[in-house]
């Protein structure tokens, strides 16, 4: 099984910097064979990049406003937008600049693509402040990285079976 772990975020705007400190963390530990954590950052087109290489699975690590208490971590089935539903219009507004490509556009174009794995799975932190700026995440979501890391390895342990290490007892 081949289970691609991405922490997107921007370590300059506070709790957003949520999915890149979850993959720091994992890129630590033992995982089992052909699981691969990356750190994408804000580059979408990067993210799509890695998807391309082929992976039975994705978990995708971001801060997300779902409008929950601050410091929540979510278990994410995201919905993938088909691009074959969308009107031309549709189209330019979703794809035209691809500098804006967020984690939902980057698995559409992954789906459009026929790159999509089967299996994604997004973990989120709900954050307080979605245009906050500075190095620092608040503490809820700093303490939430733990909880999101945890559930990063249950996934993936569920995911591979008895076949491969997980270092659950770093998280």
Not at 67 to 85: A, F
Not at 91 to 104: C, Q, V
Not at 114 to 124: Q, S
Not at 140 to 146: C, L, N, R
Request: hydrophobic share 50%; glycine share 8%; with cysteine.
């Amino acid at each position: 099984m081949r289970i691609l772990i991405a922490g997107v975020g921007n370590i300059l705007r506070a709790d957003d910097a949520f999915g890149v400190e979850v993959a720091r963390r994992l890129e630590g530990m033992e995982l089992p064979a052909g699981v691969k954590v990356v750190e994408t950052g804000i580059a979408g087109i990067a993210l799509l990049t890695e998807i391309q290489e082929g992976w039975d699975a994705l978990v995708v690590v971001d801060a997300v406003d779902h409008q929950r208490p601050h410091g929540t971590v979510m278990l994410i089935e995201p919905e993938i937008v088909d691009v074959h539903e969308l009107t031309f219009a549709q189209k330019g507004d979703l794809l035209a600049d691809m500098h804006l490509a967020t984690p939902d556009r980057v698995l559409m174009l992954a789906k459009a693509l026929n790159v999509l794995p089967p299996e994604v799975l997004m973990v989120g932190c709900q954050i307080l402040d979605p245009d906050a700026v500075g190095e620092q995440m608040t503490a809820p979501v700093a303490a939430a990285v733990d909880v999101a890391v945890a559930e990063v390895l249950r996934y993936v342990s569920d995911l591979v079976g008895p076949s491969g290490p997980v270092d659950v007892q770093s998280a």
